[in-house]
């Protein structure tokens, strides 16, 4: 509720406004769809809704899908919102058991989601000569962006050094503790309205420029190919719809369940080579001053996750620093930010190119 009467208090805008409605259900509560939120929330009538469950995905998808629909004159504003009180309804334990039900019957040996992504992990590591410092380095930076905000804002709030991240207890090697994404409570709501209603100079407008989706399994054992996900190809489709290159690209906020994720994703992008994600990580590339800053709000691993919403809040993130309210983490002059969202184990894939202003 917060969350949707300060976005469209930001939008200028009120509950009356809104004609559509994307709702991303809490986890494990799949049954709640869009009208019960819609009536809670006090935006009825809707003439346009949707549930979204893409895991980490579902919020680009959310983007896309409104604007798709106000193309085609189904709605005019939509709200996209997206709430879980993940750690205080089900607590740790029970919410690493439930994620469970993401893997397989095949796969019930190794059924948690941290030890399935580290086979991932492992390969790259003996394959590539990734190391276990590479892989807590990710945690270390996302820890410090997070701990440079100190707001409502942020789940954790001190900065950790690579060997306090290594040192933290083993959950499926080689992720430590600190290196998988918190348990978290958290919500986010976005307006996405037809650029009609936006007026550039009271409200600060930003623009899905570019989009790509990619689904490629639901069981790990069926991953197409463990050395590129789905990012790849979802990636190079949002760059070249956005019309942008690798050089036009300001910020990163690239979806970090585990620390290996973002180095697969800084690889599949094609930020750097394949197989040259770690040595990119501490070369200080992802640092704020860095050539491409990545997840400055500390991310899934620092900032906030909160179960199926997490993905909204490297989002919101980039739309911060697009409008330039990033506040200690901002980037100077940032025009393009590119977003990934994934689901699943690298099941399912988005990523989104963001830009200042309206065409």
Known sequence: MWAAKNALEDADMGPSDVDGLVASPPFGSSKVG???????????????????????????????????????????????????????????????????????????????????YAHAATRHMDKYGTTEAQLATVAEI????????????THMTEAKSVDEILDSPMVAYPFTQHQCSLVSDGGAAIVVTASDNVEEDTHDPVRLTGFGAEHTHRHITQMPDFDETGVAAAGAAAMAEADV??????????????????????????????GAGG?????????LDGEHPTNTHG??????????????????????????????????????????????????HAVGVFERGVA
């Open 245 to 274: 290159s690798h050089d036009d690209i300001d910020v990163l906020q690239i979806y970090d369940a585990f620390t290996y994720n973002v180095i697969r994703s800084l690889e599949d992008l094609g930020f750097c080579e394949q």
């Open 279 to 287: 040595e990119y990580v501490t070369s200080g590339a992802i640092e």
């Open 142 to 153: 996302a820890y410090r962006h997070a701990s440079m905000q100190r707001d409502e804002r």
């Open 34 to 116: 869009v009208y019960p939120i819609a009536e809670y929330l006090g935006v009825m009538p809707l003439s346009w809704g949707a549930t979204t469950a893409l895991g980490g995905a579902s919020h680009l998808d959310s983007i896309a899908s409104a604007m798709r629909a106000i193309d085609a004159g189904l709605a005019e504003t939509v709200l996209i919102v997206s709430a879980d009180p993940f750690l205080t309804r089900m607590g740790r334990s029970d919410a690493v058991g439930s994620l469970s039900s993401a893997a397989g019957p095949f796969e019930e040996p190794a059924n948690i989601i941290p030890s399935l």
């Open 299 to 348: 991310g899934a691993l620092a900032q906030v996750h909160p179960g199926l919403p997490s993905g909204i809040f490297h989002v919101t993130e980039a739309i911060r620093q697009l409008r330039g309210e990033a506040e200690a983490t901002q980037v100077d002059d940032v025009e393009h930010a590119l977003v990934t969202g994934s689901g699943g184990l690298y099941s399912t």
